[in-house]
C-alpha cells in the first residue's frame, strides 16, 4: 500500500544507458574557445572575443560554426513531424495548442478538415462554432505543417488519421527520447494503441478503428478491464523506459511490455525504482541479443 | 446572479490543469484500476532522506512521485506564551517555490501556502500529537521554539500528504541542545548550553500526524492523488492522523458536497491508511538512523 524508500536505497537509474561519457560537455557560463575565427552557433554567445555556452550540453563543431546541443529542451519542431497538444486556447480562426514548445502552437481552422465533407469553404458559421469542435483543455494528434518566422509551429489535422483524441492515458516525456519512425501510430499486438507524438507527448488508448478516427466524436463509454489494463501496463513502461533514459518506438516499448508480463511483475510493481532499472536491463539485453 | 467561477471551485489544491472531458471519463470508470496501476488505496513510491542540510537543527527531503519537499528546522530560545508558560511551540512556514510551477510566481502560491501552514498548526494543536512541555526550559520565562520551514520544490499532486510526512521526518532528526539553568543572578536565572554539540535530546515524535488526503472521485474515494485525478475530483477531505490512530484535524477541500454515510467511512479509512503511513514512516527513520552515517545522496543525481 505504502512504499518508503531511503535515497540511498534507490538504484541510479543511468546504469542502464550506454556508460560512454559525452566529451565536450558543457554548463552555461562555461568558455568553449578562447580563440577568434569561430561563428557563433545556437546555445553559445559571444563576451569580450571568447565564445560561451548558454546552455548545458555537448559541444557541437561543424567547419567553423561552433554550437550546443542541450541535454534537454523543449521540443523543437520540423515539418512533417506527428504532435500531440493540448488545446489551450479559442480565437479568431485558429486554436492555439501546447505541444512542449517554446512557443504555443497554432492550428488554424483552415487547415483542420470540417464534419460533412473534406472539400468544403470555411463559413461564419464555423467560426464561430469552433468551440464545438475542439475547446480548452481537448488533446488533438496533428501533423507540423509550417513554421513561422518566430518558430512558432502552424500544425494541420487534414487526414483521417488525425484529429481529437478520445479516452486514454498521455504521458509526457523529453523529445529527443522519441525515435524518428516511418509511422508514429502504432496498433500494438497487447491489444492498445500508442501515438507517439515527436514532441515528447506519448498518447496510449484503446485499439483504434481506422473508420472512427479522424472526427470530432469522442466515445465516452467505459474501457473494459482488460484495455484498461493493457494501458495502465505501457504507460508504465514508457515512463520505466523514459526514466532510464532509453529510445523509446515500438519494439522497444512491447521489449518492455514482455518483459514486464514475463517477470510476473504487476502493473503497480513498474512505479518502483528497482523494477524501473530490471525492466530497462532486461529490455538492453534483449536488443543485445537480437543484435546477435 | 452570477459567482466568480474561482469561488466556485473553493480552495486550490494546486495549480490547476487542463484535461479533456474524454480523459476525464477515463480516470472516472476506472474501477480499483488507476492509470497507473493502482488500486484505489495505494501510494506512489516515496523516496526519504534525512540529515541533508548541516546548519538547520533537523531536516528532510521527501519525494513522493513528482511532488518534491525540502524542510528544515530550526531550535530557537524565546519567551512562551503567557496563556502556557509550560510549554514550548512549533512554527510552521511555507514557501511555494516558483519553481516549482510558473503560476506561484510572486505572490501566486501565498494561498496555496498559507493554507497548508494553517492546516498543519491545526493538526498539531490537539495534545496527543507531541508533547510541548518537553520544550519548556525555565517555566514562564524560556522555551524552545521549532521553526518549521517547508519548502515546496515540485508539485506532482497530494502536497498535503508530502509536506506532512517531511515535516515529521525532519523532527524526528531534530536535535535540541541541552541547556542548564545555572546560578540565580538575582532574578535573572542564568541558562549554560552544553558544551558537547552531540549533548542533545530529541522529540517523541511517534504521534506526530500523517495527513491523509482522499479525494472522492464518482462513487469512490482514494488516496494520493495525482495532479490529475484531483482535476477530475469535485471534493475530498484532509485527515490528520496521529501514530495511534487518532485523528487530530479534518479539512474538507473542494468545492462539491460529501453525504454524511460517505464522509464517515472516509474518515474510517483514512485513519487506518494513516496508521499504516506512520508506521512504515517510524521504520524507515529509524532504519535510517542505525544504519549510520552514508553518503548523503542530495540533489545531486
Redesign the interface.
Given at each position: 500500500?505504502?512504499?518508503?524508500?531511503?535515497?540511498?536505497e534507490?538504484p541510479?537509474f543511468d546504469i542502464v544507458a550506454d556508460s560512454t561519457e559525452p566529451k565536450h560537455l558543457v554548463t552555461p557560463g562555461s568558455l568553449i574557445t578562447k580563440e577568434t575565427g569561430f561563428m557563433r552557433g545556437h546555445g553559445t554567445y559571444m563576451q569580450d572575443d571568447c565564445l560561451y555556452a548558454s546552455v548545458a550540453g555537448v559541444v557541437e563543431r561543424v567547419n567553423q560554426l561552433i554550437s550546443v546541443r542541450p541535454l534537454k529542451s523543449r521540443y523543437h519542431g520540423e515539418i512533417g513531424d506527428v504532435v500531440i497538444g493540448?488545446?489551450?486556447e479559442v480565437s479568431q480562426k485558429r486554436w492555439k495548442l501546447d505541444t512542449n514548445a517554446r512557443l504555443d502552437s497554432v492550428l488554424l481552422l483552415q487547415s483542420v478538415n470540417l464534419p460533412g465533407g473534406e472539400l468544403r469553404r470555411r463559413s461564419a458559421e464555423d467560426e464561430l462554432s469552433m468551440r464545438q469542435y475542439l475547446k480548452?483543455?481537448?488533446?488533438v494528434s496533428a501533423e507540423v505543417q509550417n513554421i513561422f518566422n518566430d518558430g512558432a509551429l502552424s500544425l494541420h489535422t487534414r487526414s483521417m488519421k488525425y484529429g481529437k483524441?478520445?479516452?486514454?492515458?498521455?504521458v509526457k516525456v523529453s523529445p529527443s527520447l522519441i525515435r524518428r519512425q516511418k509511422t508514429h501510430f502504432h496498433n500494438l499486438p497487447c491489444g492498445a494503441s500508442i501515438i507517439m507524438g515527436n514532441n515528447g507527448f506519448v498518447w496510449i488508448c484503446p485499439t483504434l478503428h481506422e473508420d472512427v478516427a479522424g472526427g470530432f466524436v469522442?466515445?465516452?463509454e467505459?474501457?473494459p478491464?482488460a484495455d484498461?489494463?493493457a494501458?495502465?501496463?505501457l504507460?508504465?513502461c514508457v515512463t520505466a523506459l523514459a526514466q532510464c533514459k532509453m529510445m523509446l518506438y515500438d519494439t522497444s516499448i512491447m521489449h518492455a511490455y514482455d518483459a514486464s508480463i514475463n517477470a510476473g511483475f504487476?502493473?503497480?510493481d513498474?512505479?518502483?525504482?528497482d523494477k524501473i532499472t530490471e525492466i530497462a536491463l532486461m529490455v538492453r539485453k534483449q536488443f543485445e541479443m537480437e543484435k546477435e | 446572479m452570477s459567482i466568480a467561477p474561482q469561488l466556485l471551485r473553493g480552495p486550490s489544491l494546486m495549480a490547476e490543469i487542463?484535461?479533456?472531458?474524454?480523459?476525464k471519463?477515463?480516470i472516472h470508470?476506472?474501477?480499483d484500476?488507476?492509470?497507473?496501476?493502482?488500486?484505489r488505496?495505494?501510494?506512489?513510491?516515496?523516496?526519504?532522506?534525512t540529515g541533508l542540510v548541516s546548519n538547520a537543527s533537523g531536516s528532510s527531503?521527501l519525494r513522493l512521485?513528482n511532488s518534491d519537499v525540502l524542510v528544515g528546522v530550526k531550535v530557537e530560545l524565546a519567551s512562551p506564551l503567557s496563556e502556557k508558560p509550560l510549554e514550548g511551540r512549533l512554527e510552521f512556514f511555507v514557501d511555494c517555490s516558483a519553481n516549482a510551477t510558473p503560476e506561484f510566481e510572486g505572490r501566486g502560491g501565498e494561498d496555496l501556502a498559507n493554507e497548508i501552514c494553517r492546516f498543519l498548526q491545526m493538526s498539531y494543536m490537539s495534545g496527543d500529537t507531541i508533547n510541548l512541555s518537553e520544550l519548556s526550559v525555565l517555566a514562564g520565562q524560556q522555551c524552545w521554539v521549532l521553526y518549521v520551514d517547508i519548502l515546496i520544490l515540485e508539485c506532482g499532486g497530494n502536497l498535503y500528504d508530502t509536506v506532512s510526512?517531511a515535516v515529521k521526518s525532519a523532527l524526528y532528526t531534530t536535535q535540541i541542545p541541552s541547556i542548564k539553568v545555572a546560578t540565580m543572578d538575582g532574578d535573572q536565572p542564568e541558562l549554560e548550553l552544553s558544551e558537547d554539540p552531540y549533548d542533545t535530546k530529541r522529540l517523541n515524535t511517534q504521534n506526530v500526524p500523517c495527513l491523509v488526503t482522499l479525494m472522492k472521485i464518482g462513487n469512490h474515494y482514494l488516496v494520493d492523488p495525482t495532479p490529475e485525478e484531483e482535476c477530475c475530483s469535485s471534493s475530498g477531505v484532509v485527515v490528520a492522523v496521529s501514530g495511534s490512530k487518532k485523528i487530530t484535524a479534518v479539512r474538507k477541500i473542494g468545492s462539491g458536497s460529501l453525504h454524511p454515510e460517505s464522509l464517515v467511512s472516509m474518515l474510517k479509512t483514512a485513519s487506518e491508511?494513516g496508521a499504516?503511513?506512520n508506521k512504515?514512516?517510524m521504520k524507515?527513520l529509524l532504519?535510517?538512523e542505525t544504519?549510520g552515517k552514508?553518503?548523503?545522496?542530495?540533489f545531486m543525481?
Open positions: 500500500m505504502v512504499d518508503i524508500r531511503l535515497a540511498s534507490v541510479l493540448r488545446i489551450t480548452e483543455g481537448d488533446l483524441l478520445s479516452q486514454g492515458c498521455l469522442q466515445n465516452l467505459t474501457v478491464h484498461r489494463q494501458i495502465s501496463r504507460r508504465n504487476e502493473i503497480k513498474l512505479l518502483l525504482p | 487542463l484535461l479533456s472531458e474524454a480523459e471519463a477515463f470508470h476506472g474501477d484500476l488507476r492509470c497507473d496501476g493502482r488500486t488505496l495505494d501510494y506512489r513510491p516515496i523516496i526519504l532522506e527531503r512521485a510526512l491508511v499504516v503511513v512504515i514512516l524507515k532504519e535510517e544504519a552514508t553518503q548523503k545522496v542530495g543525481r
